[in-house]
T-cell receptor, first 112, second 118 residues
Framework: GQNIDQPTEMTATEGAIVQINCTYQ??????LFWYQQHAGEAPTFLSY????GLEEKGRFSSFLSRSKGYSYLLLKELQMKDSASYLC?????????????FGAGTQVVVTP | DGGITQSPKYLFRKEGQNVTLSCEQN?????MYWYRQDPGQGLRLIYY???????QKGDIAEGYSVSREKKESFPLTVTSAQKNPTAFYLC?????????????????FGPGTRLTVL
């Protein structure tokens, strides 16, 4: 199979930094997506890494190592509104069409 | 305002009844998707459509059916054959599903429909 694994829950303090790891089997995926999902709401796109390395977007950064099947999402200067589930998704290509395979999500709890 | 709408937000049905969930987008996207989300599990792909009048089964298509008669609309029917239909259903769309220069287009999600079968 092509499982995507990420921790179930992480807790951090307001203002701190949290790193959410995501591992996947290296064959069959074309890049990694990160989405944020607040409870009962739609997932919203955060980042897409198709090449190795770190991409930074404000307080959020995402890293990918294709050879290691590893990605992480880094959240800096945590705010209470960052409490949400963070979904890692691998892009799968089949017959030149792309689909996403999602991990179970990591629930981040930000405490005062 | 462009976006994806799903209706209703909450839906209750009796066991054995078919129910149709609505998904509409005005983003002019070719590709549309239906996912199911259960507690503790990732989003699982039910059906997807790359273009009007075409759709393919995803990973968990049994007990579901779809149609794509218009570019803007991709309704999902949960049939009585679906053994455990209670879940949060999410519709998504992307510009298209093609892989260009090794990249996959991001998907935009609707607000979801929470279906409860009593």
């Amino acid at each position: 199979g092509q499982n995507i694994d990420q921790p179930t829950e992480m807790t951090a303090t307001e203002g701190a930094i949290v790193q959410i790891n995501c591992t996947y089997q290296t064959s069959g995926f074309n890049g990694l997506f990160w989405y944020q999902q607040h409870a009962g709401e739609a997932p919203t796109f955060l980042s897409y890494n198709v090449l190795d390395g770190l991409e930074e977007k404000g307080r959020f950064s995402s890293f990918l190592s294709r050879s290691k099947g590893y990605s992480y999402l880094l959240l800096k200067e945590l705010q209470m509104k960052d409490s949400a589930s963070y979904l890692c998704a691998g892009g799968k290509t089949t017959d030149s069409w792309g689909k996403l395979q999602f991990g179970a999500g990591t629930q981040v709890v930000v405490t005062p | 305002d462009g976006g994806i709408t799903q209706s209703p937000k909450y839906l209750f049905r009796k066991e054995g009844q078919n129910v149709t969930l609505s998904c509409e987008q005005n983003l002019n996207h070719d590709a549309m998707y239906w996912y199911r989300q259960d507690p503790g599990q990732g989003l699982r792909l039910i059906y997807y459509s790359q273009i009007v009048n075409d759709f393919q089964k995803g990973d968990i298509a049994e007990g579901y059916s779809v149609s794509r008669e218009k570019k803007e609309s991709f309704p999902l029917t949960v049939t009585s054959a679906q053994k455990n239909p209670t879940a949060f259903y999410l519709c998504a769309s992307s510009i298209d599903g093609a892989v260009l220069a090794g990249k996959i287009n991001e998907q935009f999600f609707g607000p979801g429909t929470r279906l409860t079968v009593l």
